[in-house]
């Protein structure tokens, strides 16, 4: 039955709570109603494109419109559409997915457990981490690290683990035994040190809450090679060689969320690799699948892996759909895609390069905006009230949401996070695509100048 934007708006103002909204306010302003998707456009209800620069929410890694994982769903549900992986079962597609994210990981990676989300794979971390201490004999070692301003889902352990305290506030988080360090953001907190020298000192911070808490108490540093949904933080390049020092040197396993930047979102297969480290646990979902199916996996390095085999026993953890056959065949297409087509590869070497140096010579000249910076396809800036002071906006977060609301009404998603824009386009993005979304953003920009920074005329 074909409906209009209103009757659809009127049916979601009455059924629907939306997250992370005031349903509120949405219901008084009506929700966009998003119809249709193919590579880099999505169209609304009322016929307009609109040029997608999240990919979703930095999960459709592969573009939209693939006709071709919609065949690999139809037909696993044809043949079985679902079976659980408890009770000494397994089936085909989780199998062979298995095997090709073990061949996509970097060596060292056999193992994955699957999960339904990011937070559930956060989650499944959180659990999986004490239980491995546990069998190994020092069940003391519980106390999990992570950083302000670090964003790792929104279950009571994801949001517990991230940073933000606007979360924390709502249900009375975080959970005993998650504690946090400030974030790598050099803009900010680098003073007069060289970004080498603030990688270092950051890196340091968790030295510093290692031993407050003792080592002996700590089970794991956790965060995200790159911190996405905290604005693209992008700590400089001594800081994870050093953060891998300092828990190798206090026996600390070394957790990466990739969930943003894994699946090739920043020119590497996963961001960890950009920094040359290895951690003893990585959590992924968004662009395990593009975001076609909910699925997450947690893949699990060879110590606490043959760890949890040799001494865990039963691992009294895991959902429903861990291992759901249709969500294991897609992701199997995605991921064989985003390989065999050379998607991640030209990321790296062509769009990826491309999109950077345009990112930079597009939003370099702007009076208020400075930081501009990113890798691959996943870049921002800060919107600032003074560039030669490094000063930001008073009230952070308003400028962002406003500028945000400019790119909104212009047909151009991009995220604000406070006073940064983000943006993380699918990895699928050609370059005249590229050139299309920032010339569009950079006229967004300069109206937000004109009218919202100087008060002059729309
Ligand atoms: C690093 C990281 N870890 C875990 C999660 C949780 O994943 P799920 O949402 O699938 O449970 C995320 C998710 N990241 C995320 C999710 C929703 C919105 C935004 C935003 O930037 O507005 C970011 C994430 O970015």
Same mark, same amino acid.
């Given at each position: 039955?074909?409906?209009?934007?209103?009757?659809?708006?009127?049916?979601?103002?009455?059924?629907?709570?939306?997250?992370?909204?005031?349903?509120?306010?949405?219901?008084?302003?009506?929700?966009?109603?998003?119809?249709?998707?193919?590579?880099?456009?999505?169209?609304?209800? %009322?016929?307009?494109?609109?040029?997608?620069?999240?990919?979703?929410?930095?999960?459709?890694?592969?573009?939209?419109?693939?006709?071709?994982?919609?065949?690999?769903?139809?037909?696993?549900?044809?043949?079985?559409?679902?079976?659980? @992986?408890?009770?000494?079962? @397994?089936?085909?597609?989780?199998?062979?997915?298995?095997?090709?994210?073990?061949?996509?990981?970097?060596?060292?990676? =056999?193992?994955?457990?699957?999960?339904?989300?990011?937070? =559930?794979?956060?989650?499944?971390?959180?659990?999986?981490?004490?239980?491995?201490?546990?069998?190994?004999?020092?069940?003391?070692?519980?106390?999990?690290?992570?950083?302000?301003?670090?964003?790792?889902?929104?279950?009571?352990?994801?949001?517990?683990?991230?940073?933000?305290?606007?979360?924390?506030?709502?249900?009375?988080?975080?959970?005993?035994?998650?504690?946090?360090?400030?974030?790598?953001?050099?803009?900010?907190?680098?003073?007069?040190?060289?970004? =080498? %020298?603030?990688?270092?000192?950051?890196?340091?911070?968790?030295?510093?809450?290692?031993?407050?808490?003792?080592?002996?108490?700590?089970?794991?540093?956790?965060?995200?090679?790159?911190?996405?949904?905290?604005?693209?933080?992008?700590?400089?390049?001594?800081?994870?060689?050093?953060?891998?020092?300092?828990?190798?040197?206090?026996?600390?396993?070394?957790?990466?969320?990739?969930?943003?930047?894994?699946?090739?979102?920043?020119?590497?297969?996963?961001?960890?690799?950009?920094?040359?480290?290895?951690?003893?646990?990585?959590?992924?979902?968004?662009?395990?699948?593009?975001?076609?199916?909910?699925?997450?996996?947690?893949?699990?390095?060879?110590?606490?892996?043959?760890?949890?085999?040799?001494?865990?026993?039963?691992?009294?953890?895991?959902?429903?759909?861990?291992?759901?056959?249709?969500?294991?065949?897609?992701?199997?297409?995605?991921? @064989?895609?985003?390989?065999? =087509?050379?998607?991640?590869?030209?990321?790296?070497?062509? @769009?990826?390069?491309?999109?950077?140096?345009?990112?930079?010579?597009?939003?370099?000249?702007? %009076?208020?905006?400075?930081?501009?910076?990113?890798?691959?396809?996943?870049?921002?800036?800060?919107?600032?009230?003074?560039?030669?002071?490094?000063?930001?906006?008073?009230?952070?977060?308003?400028?962002?949401?406003?500028?945000?609301?400019?790119?909104?009404? %212009?047909?151009?998603?991009?995220?604000?996070?406070?006073?940064?824009?983000?943006?993380?386009?699918?990895?699928?993005?050609?370059?005249?695509?590229?050139?299309?979304?920032?010339?569009?953003?950079?006229?967004?920009?300069?109206?937000?100048?004109?009218?919202?920074?100087?008060?002059?005329?729309?």
């Amino acid at each position: 039955m074909k409906q209009n934007t209103e009757a659809w708006r009127a049916l979601d103002a009455a059924h629907h709570l939306h997250p992370f909204s005031d349903t509120k306010g949405l219901n008084a302003q009506g929700a966009r109603v998003i119809t249709r998707a193919e590579g880099i456009y999505l169209w609304d209800s %009322e016929g307009n494109q609109i040029i997608d620069g999240m990919a979703g929410l930095w999960c459709v890694n592969i573009g939209y419109g693939r006709k071709d994982l919609a065949e690999v769903a139809k037909r696993q549900m044809e043949e079985l559409a679902y079976y659980n @992986t408890f009770f000494k079962t @397994t089936n085909p597609q989780v199998a062979e997915l298995s095997k090709l994210l073990a061949e996509v990981a970097p060596d060292g990676f =056999e193992h994955v457990f699957y999960t339904n989300s990011g937070s =559930e794979s956060v989650d499944t971390m959180i659990r999986m981490v004490r239980h491995y201490w546990s069998s190994v004999g020092k069940p003391e070692k519980k106390v999990l690290i992570g950083r302000w301003n670090g964003y790792h889902g929104s279950t009571i352990g994801g949001a517990s683990m991230g940073g933000m305290t606007y979360m924390h506030e709502q249900g009375d988080l975080p959970i005993p035994g998650i504690v946090h360090v400030e974030q790598p953001w050099y803009y900010k907190h680098g003073k007069d040190m060289t970004p =080498e %020298e603030f990688g270092l000192a950051a890196a340091r911070w968790i030295e510093d809450k290692i031993l407050e808490v003792g080592a002996d108490k700590v089970a794991a540093f956790v965060g995200e090679p790159i911190q996405g949904a905290g604005g693209v933080i992008i700590p400089p390049a001594t800081y994870w060689p050093e953060v891998e020092r300092i828990c190798r040197k206090h026996d600390i396993l070394m957790v990466c969320d990739e969930v943003i930047c894994g699946f090739g979102r920043t020119g590497q297969w996963f961001g960890h690799e950009l920094y040359g480290v290895k951690p003893d646990l990585f959590t992924t979902a968004k662009g395990l699948s593009s975001g076609y199916l909910p699925i997450g996996a947690v893949f699990v390095g060879e110590r606490v892996a043959q760890g949890l085999i040799e001494h865990g026993g039963d691992f009294n953890h895991g959902f429903t759909y861990s291992g759901h056959p249709v969500c294991c065949a897609v992701a199997r297409a995605n991921v @064989t895609a985003l390989r065999d =087509e050379g998607i991640v590869a030209r990321v790296r070497e062509e @769009t990826g390069p491309y999109m950077q140096a345009k990112w930079r010579e597009t939003f370099g000249q702007f %009076e208020h905006i400075d930081d501009v910076r990113g890798v691959g396809l996943i870049q921002a800036f800060t919107l600032v009230k003074d560039k030669q002071k490094r000063a930001l906006f008073d009230n952070w977060g308003t400028m962002g949401l406003a500028c945000r609301d400019i790119f909104f009404r %212009e047909n151009l998603i991009m995220r604000a996070c406070g006073d940064h824009i983000v943006a993380a386009p699918p990895l699928v993005i050609s370059k005249p695509e590229i050139d299309e979304m920032l010339g569009r953003a950079a006229r967004c920009v300069e109206e937000f100048e004109r009218v919202v920074v100087r008060g002059q005329p729309g």
